[in-house]
């Protein structure tokens, strides 16, 4: 069971503090997780409908280290 704001509120919220610092583009970085994987598409929708830009994004893998 969950029992948290579904991802598209939570995308929503993250692309108005985008909109009011007028951002025209982003980049998100983001783990190879299930929850970040899963968050993108909505984070990317919501930017693209307040005219924000995502050129491309930056998975970084569980398994990364400092190297």
């Known amino acids: 069971m969950r029992i948290a704001p579904g991802n598209s509120s939570q995308a929503e919220a993250i692309a108005a503090l985008v909109r009011s610092f007028s951002w025209c583009q982003l980049i998100p ?33 569980l398994m990364a280290n400092d190297d």
């Open 29 to 61: 970085i983001f783990e190879d997780t299930e929850y970040d994987t899963g968050m993108i598409p909505y984070l990317v929708d919501a930017f693209q409908a307040n005219d924000a830009r995502v050129p491309y994004r930056s998975m970084i893998p």
